[in-house]
């Protein structure tokens, strides 16, 4: 297993969801007990959108003050604002626009209509992240492909080797849409907590080359300051 990773396994893919959806709102309201705001950075993905859907749903919600949230994205497809391949516009359906989250809290990645490139979008996100304070994400969320991907960081790829920056431009990504925008790695290792969630059998092989320190996969490279969390489902870890 890699670093100080702890692994937390659940019976589902609903079942994960429910419980992560839980545990970032608990989270969420421990940090804002001792400190002013909270940085989260959230993932897509079919359980990444399912765990916002059940943080919609949770009466926890009404417990945070979320004008002191301020939310992110690890990564984002490069494409028109309004294409449904877009995280934030997945996050917002399921959750954003039920919260009362003030939108200048929402730090959306640029999309392919309000910038020339993604090399022009990553650098704007990345100012934005400078303007605030280059926060150390107190929650950070990514999803893991069954290649063992994780945000927009692909094995083999450039974008994962990528050093000195906190944002960068992906392209000829091996998952379509192939431009992307992603956190680099170091911009994700500076998270106090990650949580790579997964679910499935046809994660099973990555997850398990990810702990046992497999650095040919992204997934395995990732870590937080104080916490990393595997949150997974029964399949996922019938290879571990």
Do not use: C
């Amino acid at each position: 297993m890699t670093g100080n990773a702890r692994v937390v396994v659940h019976t589902d893919a609903e079942a994960l969801a429910e419980a992560t959806a839980a545990r970032l709102l608990l989270t969420v309201i421990d940090t804002l007990s001792v400190q002013d705001r909270a940085d989260v950075v959230l993932t897509g993905g079919t359980v990444g959108i399912a765990t916002l859907a059940a943080v919609s749903r949770s009466p926890l919600a009404a417990a945070i003050d979320w004008t002191s949230v301020h939310v992110w994205w690890g990564d984002e497809r490069f494409v028109p604002a309004g294409d449904a391949d877009r995280n934030e516009g997945q996050a917002q359906a399921a959750l954003l626009a039920g919260l009362p989250l003030p939108e200048e809290n929402i730090h959306r990645m640029g999309a392919s209509s309000d910038f020339a490139s993604a090399e022009e979008a990553a650098f704007a996100y990345a100012e934005d992240i400078a303007v605030e304070g280059a926060p150390a994400w107190d929650v950070l969320m990514l999803g893991m492909g069954p290649d063992g991907h994780v945000a927009s960081l692909f094995p083999g790829h450039e974008g994962y080797a990528a050093t000195g920056a906190e944002v960068v431009a992906v392209h000829d990504s091996p998952k379509p849409p192939p431009t992307r925008v992603s956190l680099t790695l170091e911009s994700i290792r500076r998270a106090k907590r990650v949580w790579v969630v997964a679910a499935g059998a046809a994660k099973a092989e990555v997850v398990g080359r990810s702990l046992h320190g497999d650095l040919e996969l992204p997934a395995a490279a990732v870590r937080g300051v104080q916490e990393t969390l595997w949150l997974v489902d029964a399949e996922a870890v019938a290879q571990v």
